[in-house]
């Protein structure tokens, strides 16, 4: 995991903080309790968690501060989800955001 484990201002980080399971994109993951998906996708080495809608170029967090809406995942099957805001818990389902299947159809027609 990509975790800071001490840091200078927020100290060390306690070795026993409960772990929690949830998926992404079909594949288990561990988080720490009460983190957010961001962070916790992140400490398992994913950067990127969607794509544009019409370009289809790679998309992860960019200010995670809830602010520009970059990091937006489907959880539980509801889409446009903030992932630097929502914290992951128990078994939670977490999906990157996909190009729209209209945009594909547009991009495959245009060549």
């Known amino acids: 995991m990509n975790r800071i484990l001490n840091h200078p201002v927020l100290g060390k980080i306690s070795e026993q903080k409960k772990t929690i399971h949830?998926?992404?994109?079909?594949?288990?993951?561990?988080?720490?309790?009460?983190?957010?998906?961001?962070?916790?996708?992140?400490?398992?080495?994913?950067?990127k968690l969607r794509v544009h809608e019409?370009?289809?170029?790679?998309?992860?967090?960019?200010?995670?501060?809830?602010?520009?809406?970059?990091?937006?995942?489907?959880?539980?099957g509801q889409g446009n989800v903030r992932a630097c805001l929502t914290v992951v818990e128990k078994d939670m389902v977490v999906e990157s955001g996909k190009l729209l299947p209209n945009i594909v159809k547009r991009m495959v027609e245009q060549g």
């Open 22 to 47: 949830f998926q992404y994109d079909g594949t288990a993951y561990e988080a720490y309790e009460h983190e957010t998906i961001a962070a916790a996708l992140l400490a398992n080495g994913i950067r």
């Open 54 to 76: 019409e370009s289809g170029t790679p998309r992860g967090i960019y200010c995670n501060i809830g602010h520009c809406m970059e990091c937006r995942v489907a959880v539980n």
